[in-house]
């Protein structure tokens, strides 16, 4: 080529510096930095950054690609052998954390023993399950690869490769196809102010009800340690240390322990006290501090969101807004808290009229990208030249595959990072997962790990699944294809899953414009297990006033913290200590 890619060479490198920054700031928001050990920050922190990058190099390498006609008109572009390289590298390491480093990281990290090596063979034994369903479905495939292929290195790594792929695009169409729908929705009910205050109080009695039951779960538990304490003197010295330590942690006051043990008769400890049963009991304590601060810290943020939203209302009057800092802070006067951007008046402005149109405007465009999505989904695979997103990207059609300029870039990221959103926002807001979540500097290591795996098992399945919106003359000149997509057309069952499953998002799409999680719950009785807290608030502001319950326990807290009280037990507490790994 006779143009000089220094400047895409510069441009790539800053922006890989900048992803790595956001990611560290993101780590820092949801983990203490300081108190985690290295082997959870480090694996954590790449399997986001690498995913993140993935997002940046899929432009690249289209318009890598897509311009050697004239090097002008391609925005920013890199090597052949620079962008084959970068894809190696990020998909085997992205590889590695998904299948090996990140399930076996998630085990260890909730783990109940002490030694580290008891530890990992305790993520050993864990995952051996989840690592034979994997070897059995990878024998099953085996046997077809090598019947259509071969038995060759191609055929081995098109297996790996593909089964890797097709278990992510699974999970993937599924939570994109609900994240198109849910997102767009949450920002139009957030647009009402009033519909969001009803939302906020009718969510309060059930996570009140739960942070009731995990405060009570961790005294049962703790129950437990202070009888162990009493009766560690006839067990082994290394018990006694590990029970020490158990106790140390321990928040309950001895005196209540004879009351809290009267309660939980189920909480005896058994005759002979084993290394499993201390181990489990450690597992067991480290979770139900999670859950704890989980429900804490969901409790503390509704209360001021209701606050806020209803000091919004009640400023209809006045026309001017101020907010309290926080329900339990204390007035400061410092120099930095006298500063002010913005008047009462403004700010009224702000949350009232210029928020909400902000909310409708964002809701509709997202619904249209939505729309666009789902569409191109369908037509891909029976015309490529249909699909809007491609229409979108590709702008300088000079040859016959066409070709993709710097704006064509810009909104190929922005499509492939608004699917990436959808996907991940849908992890937070399907309640499939148990009792993962992410809690602001109180994250729990095994959660951590759980999420982070996640992001990077979902990116590259999405991204090569934008890769194909584009014209084939077009995407399949990339890296990308000559790496990926050449061993997943080896065979036409994986072919033909790549372009036909994606059809399968209208499944999601409807389940959630629909609420037919709604209608399985009510038929089938999966309460538990299908839970989504926007259909169960929205039903609830409609229903038989659980938001006015929620109403009275939020004014309840609120006159309990501005009285020094404790009215539930909540106010003025001090924020727990996140649970290390």
Known sequence: MGSSSVGSDIFFATALFAICLVVLLLLRYYLPLRTSPAYLIVPVFLAIALPASIVLLVPIDLASS?????????????????????????????????W??????????????????????????????????????????AVYFFVQSGFNFDSFKALVMGMAYAWGLIMAIYLM???????????????????????????APKIHDRLMES???????????????????GTARDFQEWIDELAETSALPESRAPATTARHSASTVPPVITERYLA??????????????????SWDRLVRSALNTQAIIDSAASKRLEFRKSLYDTPSSNFLSRITFLTPYTRYLLHTRIAP?????????????????IWSEVVKSLEAKLSLVGLTVVHHP?????????AGQVIAGGWLSYMCVCAFYALTDARFWGNRALVRRGTYPESATWYSLQVAKLTVPLAYNFT?????????????????????????????????????????????AFNLYGKIKAVCGFADLLEDEHDGAEAAVFGEGSWREGRALIEREVQAAAAGGAALGLARRERPRPVAA
């Open 398 to 406: 000079r040859s016959d595959r066409g070709q993709i300029g710097l």
């Open 66 to 98: 897509a311009g050697t006609d004239t090097g002008g008109s391609r925005g920013i572009w890199l090597p052949e052998r620079v962008t084959l390289v970068s894809w190696r590298i990020s998909y085997w390491l992205t590889f590695a954390l998904t």
């Open 100 to 141: 090996v480093i990140l399930p076996l990281l998630g085990e260890y990290c909730d783990a109940g023993y002490r030694e580290p090596k008891d530890r990992f063979m305790y993520a050993l034994r864990s995952n051996g399950r989840y690592q034979l369903i994997t070897l059995g479905s990878g024998t099953v495939g």
């Open 280 to 297: 489990d009991l450690t597992r067991k304590l480290k979770r139900a501090r999670h859950a704890k601060i989980r429900f804490s810290d």
């Open 468 to 512: 194909t919106f584009m014209p084939p003359t077009l995407y399949r000149t990339t890296s990308f294809y000559r790496f990926l997509g050449r061993l997943i057309d080896l065979t036409q069952l994986w072919a033909g899953f790549s372009s036909f499953f994606p059809i399968l998002i209208l499944v999601p799409v409807c389940a959630t």
């Open 177 to 203: 196809g609900h994240g198109l729908v849910a997102l767009p929705r949450q920002l139009f009910r957030d647009a009402s102010i009033s519909g969001r205050l009803r939302r906020l109080q009718s969510q």
């Open 357 to 373: 149109s902000l909310y409708y405007l964002s809701s509709a465009l997202l619904a249209l990208a939505s729309a666009a999505i």
């Open 215 to 233: 405060i009570d779960k961790l005294d049962q538990y703790e129950a437990q340690v202070l009888q162990l304490r009493q009766r560690k003197n």
